[in-house]
């Protein structure tokens, strides 16, 4: 059994073997003192002359970046530091080239984006995407905990689901087809088989626009419940984001003090989540000087300078219909609006979340398909839903890099995935 990094505290005084990478060196004299990277974590490895037998000590002393190493040693805590180190006994390096790209020095992001393949393993990056593996672990946990069943859309559609502007269209035998926005129209499906259900994947925008917060390519989760209306599924996000973060904080909470992230701050007092209707954040942009029309969406602005308003997430409700996609249901009580919300992440984030309750009348559902400009034969397996068997049911979204990106304070969501696409880069 090789130690992993992370584990060396616990492990002090033992002999231990551990493999990994060599991250950087630093040697003077009779002393090599490398950091070997191990997926886990980082340790200090300390090469002596005399301890070592001299060749591996000379390999030590000479090794490049990046170089793998086998290392054997004990487990020391020296005097006054608090983080443990290998007195190496033994290291055997494998080949490996002179000159990896990146170094201590800045690069700009175009490069550093060029050279993904390699960047992942620089330490801030890694700890993101060790945060975000805790992250998806956490909501697949919690919903199977809440009696959800994971069920896998398909990513090969004959329809548009969020819109026909955001489609990449690809040719399907000589028939288009598109890749899948969002797995939520399967969900409605699986949910009158399973109950309640939800989708882990990949959703496509040919979103042109290149903002700090899109992606033409992110991974969403989207339960959806059979038997729940909007604001119980309003009620139902707030115990999700409370659950997966709490969960967040308790397993990646060395990450998270890493890359800046007081693990505190991923936990709520009982304090609700506040809810607010889409005619009160108008009103509370009036009041800061951003007048919007009504029924006109939230920019990325007006939904920062709402943020500004809260300490916890918060969720806007009852959008007018016109902002929203073509399943949701109109409230009864004022069919201009939607029941359907959106949760918004405080300290100056925005849209985490869309979610609301789905459309039940066929007949609402065809008039709303041809104003969307979508076939309606398109959607007759959609229609069946609630030809047969409709029951009341409700869902949301939310995106994967979205939500990393609030929980570690990233600038560009590029970096909250391993390879991101945007409009300007589909590579490496
Ligand atoms: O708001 P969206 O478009 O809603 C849906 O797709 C619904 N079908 C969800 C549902 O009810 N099942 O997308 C859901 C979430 C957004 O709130 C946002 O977090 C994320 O997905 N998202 C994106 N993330 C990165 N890049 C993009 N271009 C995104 N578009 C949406
Ligand atoms: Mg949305």
Redesign the pocket.
């Known amino acids: 059994m090789y130690a992993q990094a992370k584990d060396l505290r616990s492990l002090v005084g033992s002999e231990v073997e551990m493999r990994g990478w060599i991250a950087s060196k630093r040697a003077s004299g009779g002393v090599a003192f490398l950091t070997l990277r191990d997926g886990s974590g980082f340790a200090q490895l300390v090469c002596e002359r005399g301890v070592l037998p001299e060749p591996e000590f000379e390999a030590a002393k000479m090794a490049f970046v990046e170089t793998p190493a086998l290392v054997a040693g004990r487990v020391a805590l020296p005097e006054g530091r608090d983080r443990p180190e290998l007195k190496a006994s033994s290291i055997r390096l494998l080949p490996s080239e002179q000159g990896f790209p990146i170094g201590r020095k800045e690069h700009g992001p175009e490069f550093l984006m060029d050279q993904r393949h390699l960047w992942l393993r620089s330490p801030r990056q890694a700890a993101c995407l060790r945060i975000r593996s805790s992250l998806e672990f956490a909501c697949a946990e919690f919903l199977h905990r809440e009696g959800f069943h994971r069920f896998d859309s398909p990513l090969i559609t004959p329809t548009a ?2 819109g026909t502007t955001e489609l990449f269209e690809l040719d399907y035998f000589g028939s288009p087809a598109y890749l899948s ?4 129209l399967y ?1 409605e499906a699986g949910i009158a088989a399973l109950g309640k259900v939800y989708t882990l994947g990949p ?1 496509f ?1 040919a ?1 042109a626009s290149n903002t700090r ?4 390519e ?1 991974w ?1 989760v ?3 419940m059979a038997w729940v209306g909007a604001e119980e599924n309003i009620a139902f996000q707030e115990r999700f984001i409370r659950a997966v973060l709490a969960k967040v904080a308790d397993e990646a909470a060395e990450d998270l003090a890493f890359v800046g992230r007081d693990p505190a701050a991923l936990r709520f007092d009982a304090r609700p989540f506040p809810v607010m209707l889409y005619d009160e954040a108008l009103a509370m942009l009036g009041r800061s000087g951003r007048e919007l029309a009504w029924g006109e969406d939230l920019g990325v602005e007006d939904e920062e300078e709402l943020t500004k308003s809260f300490d916890r997430p918060f969720f806007i409700y009852k959008y007018p219909v016109a902002c929203r ?1 073509f399943y949701i249901e109109p409230d009864p009580a004022d069919p201009r609006l939607a029941l359907s919300s ?2 918004l992440m405080h300290g100056g984030f925005g ?6 309750q789905r459309a039940s009348d066929c007949a609402f559902l065809r008039g709303r398909i041809e104003e969307h400009g979508l076939r309606l034969a398109d959607f007759e397996w959609y229609l069946d839903l609630r030809r047969f068997g409709s029951v009341l049911h409700s ?5 994967i ?3 990393l990106r609030w929980i570690c304070g990233i600038h560009h ?1 590029r970096e909250a995935i391993p390879f991101a696409r945007t409009p300007s880069r589909c590579r490496p």
């Open positions: 689901c969020e926005q969002s797995g939520q969900a959703c925008r979103e917060r899109h992606l033409t992110f969403g989207e339960p959806e996609a959106d949760c849209e985490v979340i869309t979610g609301g869902g949301f979204g939310m995106g890099e979205r939500m969501i």
